[in-house]
């Protein structure tokens, strides 16, 4: 009896403490709160492959992913972007939250994408060192815009990455805890 | 995509050769940090006969923006062959994949420059065909042939880097 009862003992520390870790929040935001739980939702929703492939391996990807995603959707839903977001998704889905983030912030790098301004110079140089492509056309607007939007794409990783920096600035993002990587 | 022929050999396409070529290229352009001398220092000369130089060049700043770039270039002077590169280019590419580009290995040594043929067209677009001398480490001294492009904006010329399987982005023709 005093066997079970130090087990039950042991189980509810255990539970609490494993309970603790999945509320714990990594980062804490203006608005939000990223949790351990969060990453563990998002690490299992890619190993189950409910969001594609999985592309990171470790703890600190999965965190700064689901940083990442939060920042972005939420940027979406801000400018709204949101219209239609849940088009095609299951709301039972227990992932129906992490598709729909992963979606959002698709819409809103695709928005980056599609608004990052590329100098007239710039589009000049690309135009005239491709006159086997170009040679026969003229430097019109959908010209221009076939050069900006390859530059932009070029340039997705850094104007995505730099815009991260800036929400995480504009939000006021603090990393609360480093332990687990 | 890039026509590279060693003198002894016929038209290399492959991407094992390219890789190797390219390499070679980022191995003899050094990887020194300090600047570059303004001109090149290995002899530079033309193929064809009764062609000199004042007639192989159609514009006097031309030539002397191949030099200094080329000069950079074999002295491993990323910082200043970058500025050289299209302003594309210098948009699209992070300079540091440009520099460990251009760095590598410092081994080897430029024997010689030989320049082929010109072609401007159209007037902004000019590229060159050159044969590059080299000794590597334990090398006896072989020879690349290379088409190198040159644009104009605004009044300056900007050297046209491609290469597939480096700047893939910034490399399609046609």
Partial sequence: MKRLAVLALLMSVVLASVANAADAPLFVAEGFVVTQEDVNRLRDCYEGGALGMAMFSSEAEYRKKALDLRLLSGEAVAQGLDEGANEGLDTDDPFFQEKRMLRLSKRYINHLIKTYPVSDRVILSYYRANPERYGASPLNDTVREEVRMKVAVAKQKSIQEAEIDRLMTKYHVQTVSETRK | ?174
Avoid at chain 2, 133 to 141: A, L, S, V
Wanted: aromatic share 12%.
């Fill in chain 2, 1 to 174: 995509m890039m026509e590279i022929r060693r003198t002894s050999g016929g038209i290399i396409r492959t991407p094992a050769v390219l890789m190797g070529v390219a390499w070679l290229l980022m191995a003899v352009c050094g990887g020194c940090a300090h600047k570059a001398p303004a001109k090149l220092t290995i002899p530079v000369t033309y193929a064809e006969k009764g062609k000199a130089e004042g007639h192989f060049w159609p514009d006097p700043s031309l030539k002397s923006v191949f030099e200094r770039y080329w000069a950079a270039r074999l002295q491993g002077d990323s910082d200043t062959a970058f500025e050289m590169e299209a302003p594309y280019f210098q948009e699209m590419i992070p300079k540091g994949l440009y520099k460990n580009y251009v760095k590598n290995a410092r081994n080897n040594e430029w024997l010689g420059m030989e320049l082929v043929n010109l072609i401007q067209d159209p007037a902004y677009f000019v590229e060159l065909s050159m044969r590059l001398t080299y000794k590597g480490r334990k090398m006896r001294p072989g020879t690349v042939f290379m088409k190198d492009r040159w644009v104009e904006v605004e009044g300056q010329w900007y050297h046209v880097l491609r290469d597939r399987l480096i700047f893939p982005a910034v490399s399609e023709t046609g």
